[in-house]
Structures are given as C-alpha cells and as structure tokens.
C-alpha cells in the first residue's frame, strides 16, 4: 500500500498518476459582455469624420440697375447657406457696370445689356426680363401700337385724347431699358429732347406716377400699381418670353473668363433651384 507524499505524483502499479485538470466553459453571460466591450473598444478607435473649415471668400459683384435689388437679395440668402462666403454688390447703369467688370473692378457681373465692345465677355442667362411700357392712371388709353408709340416719344404726338398734355420720361443714354426700348421702337430715331431723363428705373416709376399726362417705360420687375401698364401690338406686359415678346430680354450672369472658385460656385447656384425661386418673383425664367 502506498503511501499519500505530500509533493509527489501518486503512483498504482509503479505508473505515475498525472495530475487532473478541469475544463470550464465561459457562462453565456460572459460571453456577451466580452462581446458588447470588444465593440465598444472598436466603435472608440474608429477614425471619426473630419469638419473641414472652408477658406473666408469674398466676391464682389456688379449690377445693372435692372438686376440689382435682386442680386442684393440674393446675396443675402446665398450667404445663409455658404457662411464662408462675403457677397458685395454695387448697382450702376448697364453700360457703366460693363466698364467695370472688364475693368477687373468686380468678379462678376449681372447685366441686362451687353456693348458691341471687340472683346467677348464669358456670360450664361440667368432670368428674362421685358420693357414695360406706363403711363399716370389717369391717362385715357389702355394700349398702344408701335408706330404711334414711336409717334409718342419722337415728339410727333402732343396731347392724348383728353386734351391732356403728354410727357415724356426715358432713362438715359447706357441704361439697358433705353437700349432694348429703342431697339424695339424707335428703328433708329431719336427719343425727343422734351423727354425727361431719369437715371433709374425708380426715378420713372416715381416721374410717371407723379406728372399727369406722363408715358415712360421701365423693366417688369418695377412695375407697381401706382402707374398702368400699357399693351404694345396687343401684347400685354404679363407676356415675358424672349421669342414671343419684342421687348424681352435676357438678363446675364458675366465675367471676364470662365469663372473659378467662389464665383464658379455662385454661377452654377444662382442658375439652380433655390436662387430661381427668388428670381421668378420678379422675372421671367431664362431663355
């Protein structure tokens, strides 16, 4: 009989009894926990997104009186949505803001006339516009032709029906609305030199609205119920489209090249749907 050594193997029949060793499974519930913190550990060393910080960017843009309280609204709203973004506007005659964005003076231009300069601008349409033709209230007559409007403002007609004297009001010479209104009127004679000459858009809705017996003309996006719009050949101001309306135009995004940068972004949102919703409150969609 052999004896228990404390230290030794136990032995039977001169054969070593190997020590016993018992396996135990891992409780279910530990296996979930390892799980859920080997994820945790995961999801904590993942590469989070990084916040890219744009550049600050400042454009600077050029307006013919036509364009202008709409690029400036636009420039608002253009900011809410490109916080990076600084958006200037300066607002002159079509002839004078042109002089200027070739002058290297602005990054773009919105211009509702384009000179017969040598050198092309870069431009791209971004809304339609028409002359509208007005006259005080008062005024007996709800239409015109064109050969008696040019009779109008060549001088040739004096007094309306009512005995009323007629005056004229017309911008001046480099606005965009006097160079598409002689376009599509006066087939190359001169306006009369009783005109009055206003330098904005405001200035003929003010004159018109405020002189009895008073016709001028102005773009759409001024008309205002303080004057009544006359129809044209049986055209109606409400007519603003391009290839149907003698006195529609384009108006044009400009610069002196292919734009880059935040000009470029501005072109192609002033062209998408958020800019075009503002634009068509007071114009016509582009050609």
Known sequence: MTRRQKGKDLRRNGTAMLPLFLSVSPAPCLLVSLSMCSLLLVSACAT????????????????????????????????????????????????????????????????????DEPTPLWSI????????????????????????????????????????????????????????????????????????VVPDNAGVLDAVASSPGAIGYLSSGWLSDQVRALSIDGITATLIQVDANPFSYPLLLCARSDPAGEGRTFSQWLLGPAAQQHLTRRFGAPP
């Open 48 to 115: 989070q997104p990084l916040t890219v910080t744009r550049e600050p960017a400042v454009l600077h843009i050029v307006a013919s009186d036509v364009c202008g309280p709409a690029l400036e609204e636009l420039a608002l709203v253009y900011q809410e949505s490109h916080p990076w973004a600084t958006v200037s506007v300066e607002t002159f005659d079509a002839a004078v803001a042109e002089e200027r964005l070739r002058a290297g003076m602005a990054d773009l231009g919105a211009l509702s006339w384009l000179t």
């Open 125 to 196: 349409p971004f809304a339609t516009d028409t002359i509208v033709v007005v006259v005080h209230p008062d005024v007996p007559i709800t239409g015109l032709g064109r050969a008696e409007l040019q009779a109008v403002f060549r001088g040739r007609i004096g007094e309306w029906s009512d005995g009323t004297p007629i005056q004229l009001i017309s911008r001046e010479e480099g606005a965009g609305s006097r160079a598409i209104f002689e376009r599509a009127v006066m087939d190359g004679y001169d306006i009369s030199l009783t005109a009055l």
